[in-house]
């Protein structure tokens, strides 16, 4: 019994240190954190400049105990900084949470947490018999939140597009299942000699419409909407992009997409698929293979896609791959011409 003992104790003492498990079993603390942080409006209260607990407090309509809470972990996972009695907000968080510049992922943080989390509450009852139900099916006052917190998801990508590939022979593009408008606006923006159509499904199409008017772009981004999968696609047009969609689909229905956009395009026509490419293991980027649980608690058939996949699928449907080539973050977008 003694050598039994001993031999365990010893067998415990060599055991792996559990710290990694333990980092990710916990990481929904820090997000929820986060969540919590953002819609109390902490870090849009400090935009007005640094201060103390109880100026906190004040600002945000908390109390003391609630504020301390929200702001030292905030200050423990790097959001927020304490100088002194003082809580500042980090560079970061000042530039993307404090809703004093353009580049603002409130919308994302709010969409992750009213909608994903539930979600994946479930990611194991997902992956084993399919999502309860289809990020298609959101009821009116959950839609909105969804299509802006992918368009602040998307902000960074969208904007980087048309650094990264030319389209100044194109002058007309089609943009399918372009969501609130955000990438054709960045693509208008840059390229004056373009006009767009977004493409997209009625509950969105409204949205999209206000937001290419609220900047004034609507003369040259109009809005057709319809089901990419299901509708006739609008001929004459000369560039086509499709970004965050292949990720809805499996591999048929993207072929099946590829096609319908192949037999409406013009010779000479460029394709652009922007979404979260992977290497041939769907391990990198690292959050491109986490995103594949986002999908898949929100879509039926949601998932990642290697590179070598969407090349694959563009020579079955009368493509011509030309390049792949990094955005921003996790995403990238693969250039075709037609064949």
């Known amino acids: 019994m003694t050598m039994t003992a001993h031999t365990s104790a010893e067998t415990d003492h060599d055991l792996p240190n559990p710290e990694p498990i333990m980092q990710l079993a916990s990481g929904f603390m820090a997000a929820k954190h986060l969540f919590a942080a953002s ?19 004040a600002r945000t ?15 423990a996972l790097g959001m927020l900084e304490r100088r002194g009695e003082q809580y500042v907000n980090t560079e970061t968080a000042a530039a993307f949470l404090a809703g004093g510049s353009p580049a603002d992922l409130r919308p994302l943080l709010r969409f992750w947490d009213k909608i994903s989390f539930p979600a994946w509450e479930d990611l194991a009852g997902a992956l084993a018999r399919g999502p309860k139900r289809q990020i298609f099916d959101l009821d009116a006052a959950l839609q909105p939140i969804a299509s802006i917190g992918v368009e602040a998801f998307s902000a960074g990508p969208s904007l980087a597009l048309p650094d990264t590939v030319d ?13 609130t408008g955000s990438w054709s606006i960045a693509v208008a923006r840059h390229c004056p000699h ?60 993207n072929r099946a997409l590829l096609q319908r956009i192949r037999d409406v395009a013009a010779p ?27 999908f898949a608690v929100h879509l039926e058939h949601g998932d990642v896609y290697s590179v070598g996949e969407g090349i694959a699928w563009l020579q079955d449907t009368g493509w011509r791959y030309r390049d792949h080539r990094s955005l921003t973050g996790p995403m990238s977008v693969i250039v075709a011409e037609t064949a």
Not at 61 to 75: E, F, K, P, W
Not at 271 to 277: H, K, P, Q, R
């Open 268 to 294: 000479g026509a460029t394709l652009l698929i922007a979404d979260f490419w992977t290497d041939p293991t769907h391990t990198q980027p690292v959050a491109a293979a986490l995103m594949a649980g986002e």
């Open 39 to 57: 819609e109390l409006g902490l870090f849009e209260a400090l935009g007005e400049g640094p201060t103390d607990l109880h100026g906190l407090a």
């Open 167 to 179: 389209l100044s022979g194109s002058h007309r593009l089609l943009d399918i299942g372009g969501g």
């Open 194 to 253: 373009l006009s767009a159509t977004v493409f997209e499904l009625p509950a969105v199409a409204q949205t999209a419409q206000d937001r290419i008017a609220s900047v004034g772009l609507e003369g040259r981004i109009d809005v057709c909407a319809g089901d990419a999968m299901a509708d006739p696609l609008p001929a004459g047009y000369d560039a086509f992009l499709v970004a965050n969609l292949v990720h809805y689909w499996s591999p048929e229905q």
């Open 61 to 75: 309509g908390l109390t003391a105990r609630a504020t301390r809470i929200s702001a030292d972990a905030m200050v």
